[in-house]
């Protein structure tokens, strides 16, 4: 039998701010912190329809470092998950 899982509030506000500020979809969010898309969905509709949500737009210069930052955030996976490929490779290798 499956035990129901219970998160904070402030759980669910850091996840829909994920999905909100990061342009992902509610599905690769929800993919990404192991919680059901379904669930997500609801708590983002929640969000919204409560006025949690804001609704102004980024300026110019935070999109561009918004920008700037998905950037770095891709190039340091690649390098994190190219560095775990390396150590594993040098693991095999021990006698």
Known sequence: ????R??????????????LDSGRTIAEVAKSIGVHE????????????????P???LSEPERAELERLRKENTTLRMERDF????????????P
């Open 1 to 4: 039998m499956a035990t129901r």
């Open 6 to 19: 219970h998160f904070t509030q402030e759980y669910k506000d850091q996840a829909v701010s994920l999905v």
């Open 38 to 53: 379904m669930t997500l969905g609801k708590w983002v509709k929640k969000a919204r329809e409560s006025g949690q949500v």
């Open 55 to 57: 609704d102004t737009d």
């Open 83 to 94: 560095a775990k490929k390396v150590a594993t490779w040098f693991a095999k290798e021990q």
